[in-house]
């Protein structure tokens, strides 16, 4: 089952003025004044993080339950690549809110014929679904894209799993997808990281490192790019109970059993501080604006965001 296809697309949303002007709106005011908003509401996961959580939930040695991963394109075609190369899910019903529970990959080879899978648009899901499947034991996987995907290079990254040892080959055009990859191949030990265009490639090595014989160890031997999305598989990895030292040089990786057991996925700090200003721009009185909001964010980021908002005397209540 698709972690999304449990709402209507597009999905339908009345603006609240609109629907107190009906007289039968939010609050029953049949004056057309805005009424006052007290709702909880689960903000959805950080996609950057369901991506983690999804790899290293199939790399793990048991089932792993996840909670408030976010329902997108991206990581539905990300789960079902992942289901393509032997891991198995199932979505499982919950009035706190749903929750995905991953199997993974038995041995990473329980697939050892050729698989070939679509990611779309979506390019952290290529780049760590490449890096996966030279991870495994055996089989070969082609990955493939959008035809917008087709346009953005993948050879920074391919090349780096070449240098480790990996058998990937370009199908198409040279630096493109698709790309075929050959699992057995890839082996741990020490790369040196230069200024990358993106860090995608670097995380997707970091992710799949438990799994190499003697770890990783990335040397970055200039700042890293956008060295905040490293942070976030760090952050990763240590739920999955992985010890990874961080430092510009170097950045070592334990090869390790990993098993994440239950994760929270915590939500983008950006859409929890949106929620709250809809509490307060929604409300007929401001002042006494309430909107709880469930999940694991940056509370310091939303009482910041409240407090930048002149109408709103009270801070925000976490609960």
Not at 21 to 39: E, K, Y
Not at 179 to 184: I, L, S, T
Request: with cysteine; aromatic share 2%; hydrophobic share 40%.
């Amino acid at each position: 089952m698709s972690a999304s296809s449990a709402l209507p697309d597009p999905l339908p949303i009345a603006p609240i003025a609109v629907a107190a002007a009906g007289g039968h709106g939010a609050g029953g005011h049949g004056d057309g004044v805005r009424p006052s908003i007290a709702a909880r509401i689960r903000v959805p996961g950080s996609k950057s993080l369901s991506n983690r959580h999804l790899i290293l939930a199939a790399l793990a040695d048991e089932p792993t339950t996840l909670r408030g991963l976010l329902a997108c394109d991206d990581c539905d075609r990300l789960l079902a690549a992942l289901t393509a190369l032997g891991a198995t899910h199932r979505v499982v019903r919950a009035t706190e809110g749903d929750a995905i529970v991953v199997e993974p990959a038995r041995s990473l080879d329980a697939r050892a014929d050729d698989v070939r899978v679509d990611l779309g648009d979506g390019g952290t899901p290529t780049r760590f679904m490449i890096a996966f499947a030279a991870a495994r034991r055996a089989g070969i996987c082609t990955v493939d894209g959008s035809a917008r995907m087709r346009e953005r290079p993948v050879s920074e990254g391919v090349d780096m799993l070449r240098a480790l040892g990996a058998r990937i080959h370009y199908v198409e055009e040279e630096g493109r997808l698709p790309v075929r990859v050959e699992g057995g191949a890839l082996a741990g030990g020490r790369l040196s990281v230069g200024r990358t265009a993106s860090s995608q490639f670097a995380s997707a090595l970091m992710l799949v490192a438990p799994t190499l014989a003697g770890g990783l160890e990335l040397e970055f031997t200039e700042e890293p790019t956008s060295a905040s999305y490293l942070q976030l598989s760090l952050a990763a990895l240590a739920a999955a109970g992985v010890h990874a030292e961080v430092g510009y040089r170097p950045v070592p990786v334990d090869s390790t059993e990993s098993g994440l057991a239950s994760v929270e996925v915590s939500s983008p700090t950006r859409s929890s501080s949106r929620i709250s200003r809809c509490a307060v721009c929604g409300s007929r009185n401001p002042r006494r604006a309430r909107c709880m909001v469930a999940g694991g964010f940056s509370w310091r980021r939303v009482a910041r965001c409240a407090d930048a908002m002149p109408t709103m005397r009270a801070p925000p209540t976490r609960r």
